[in-house]
C-alpha cells in the first residue's frame, strides 16, 4: 500500500481527494478536498462521519441542518488564517462558492449541531525554536473546539525551515516508564508549497515517516500542492521546507481513546533537540499568517 497520495491518484467524484477510513486501511480518519467552479455547487451526506468545511483558497456558502454558514475562507492558506464550519454525522449538506476546501473528518458517535468557526478566534501558536519555527493554527484542536473524535490543526513552516521535529509518534494508548502519555491516533497530512498548484508539478517539500519495532513504515515522501502522506503508525517527521518555497500542511487526527487528544511520544534518539530551543528565539518571519490576512 502507498502511503503518499500524489494530487490527482485519489479523486472520485465530486471529491478531487477522497481519502476515506477504507482506502487509508484504518477505522475513523478521513479527509476530501472540493474544487468547484464559479458558483458551483455540491450536496453530499455526512454518514457516520463529522466533518469540517475548512476554506484552502476561496469562499463559500454552507447549508446544513436549516443553518447557512458564510465562509469568508482566504485567498490561499499562505494568506490568512480561515474562518470553517463544522458538519455533524448524519446531515445533507449543500456546499455553494468558488475555490478549494478540504474536509477533514472523522467516524463519530455523537452527533453534535452544526457550527460555524470564525477566523478570529482561532489560537495561533508558534512553536519550536531557530530552524525548527514553524506556525501552528489550532482551529480544530480538542481544547479550543468541540468535535466528537476529529482532530485538525494547520502548521505553516517557514522556507528553509523543519518541522513536525523531534520525530514523534502516537500508536500506543499508554504511558510510558518515563511518564510521558502516548494515544494511538491515525493522522493525514495534506500539503501545499508557495508558488504551486495542484497537478502543476511546481515546487516540493519532503515528509518523512519510518516505523517502530515490528511494525514497519518507510516513507521519504517528495510533496506537492495537494499531495497526502497517510501516517497509520510510527514516528513522522521532520517535514522539510526547502529554501525559497514555505510549506503548509493540514493535519487531521482521530483515534478511538474517550477523550480527543494529540499526545505523542517522541523518538527518543531526537528528543534533546526540544531541549536546546530553550533561551532560542522563534524564526522572526514567523507569525506568516494572521485572521484576515498579512502578518
Known amino acids: 500500500m502507498s502511503f503518499h497520495l ?16 477504507e482506502r487509508a486501511g484504518w477505522t475513523y480518519a478521513g479527509l476530501r478536498v472540493l474544487v468547484l467552479p464559479a458558483a458551483g455547487e455540491v450536496t453530499f451526506a455526512t454518514g457516520e462521519e463529522e466533518m469540517l468545511v475548512l476554506p484552502l ?14 465562509l469568508a475562507g482566504r485567498s490561499s492558506v499562505f494568506a490568512a488564517v480561515t474562518d470553517f464550519a463544522y458538519l455533524p454525522r448524519d446531515a445533507t449538506v449543500t456546499v455553494t462558492g468558488e475555490g478549494r476546501f478540504a474536509l477533514p473528518s472523522a467516524r463519530a458517535r455523537r452527533r453534535l449541531s ?70 494511538r491516533l491515525e493522522e493525514i497530512y495534506y500539503f501545499e508549497v508557495a508558488g504551486g498548484a495542484p497537478g502543476d508539478g511546481g515546487p516540493v517539500g519532503y515528509q518523512r515517516v519510518y516505523g517502530t519495532g515490528e511494525r514497519p513504515v518507510d516513507v521519504l515522501a517528495e510533496v506537492r500542492t495537494g499531495d497526502v502522506v497517510l501516517v497509520p503508525h510510527g514516528y513522522h517527521g521532520p517535514s522539510m521546507a526547502p529554501p525559497g518555497y514555505h510549506l503548509y500542511y493540514l493535519n487531521v487526527l482521530a483515534g478511538p481513546g474517550p477523550a480527543r487528544t494529540m499526545a505523542f511520544v517522541d523518538d527518543p534518539r531526537h ?15 514567523l507569525p506568516l499568517t494572521r485572521a484576515g490576512g498579512g502578518r
Not at 500524489?6 to 477510513?21: C, D, K, N, Q
Not at 466528537?148 to 505553516?156: G, N, S, T
Not at 518541522?163 to 514523534?168: A, E, L
Not at 528528543?271 to 518571519?285: N, V
Open 114 to 183: 452544526p457550527r460555524y468557526g470564525a477566523a478570529r478566534d482561532v489560537p495561533v501558536e508558534l512553536r519550536g525554536a531557530g530552524s525548527a519555527s514553524r506556525q501552528v493554527n489550532n482551529f480544530c484542536a480538542p481544547e479550543v473546539f468541540d468535535c466528537d473524535r476529529l482532530v485538525a490543526v494547520e502548521v505553516l513552516t517557514p522556507d528553509g525551515n523543519w518541522s513536525s521535529y523531534p520525530p514523534h509518534k502516537h500508536e500506543d494508548d499508554r504511558v510510558h516508564d518515563d511518564g510521558r502519555i502516548e494515544a
Open 271 to 285: 528528543g534533546w533537540i526540544r531541549d536546546s530551543w530553550a533561551g532560542q528565539p522563534a524564526d522572526p518571519r
Open 6 to 21: 500524489p494530487w490527482g491518484s485519489a479523486a472520485r467524484e465530486p471529491w478531487a481527494l477522497e481519502v476515506t477510513p
Open 57 to 70: 483558497a476561496g469562499s463559500a456558502t454552507v447549508h446544513c441542518d436549516g443553518l447557512r454558514m458564510e
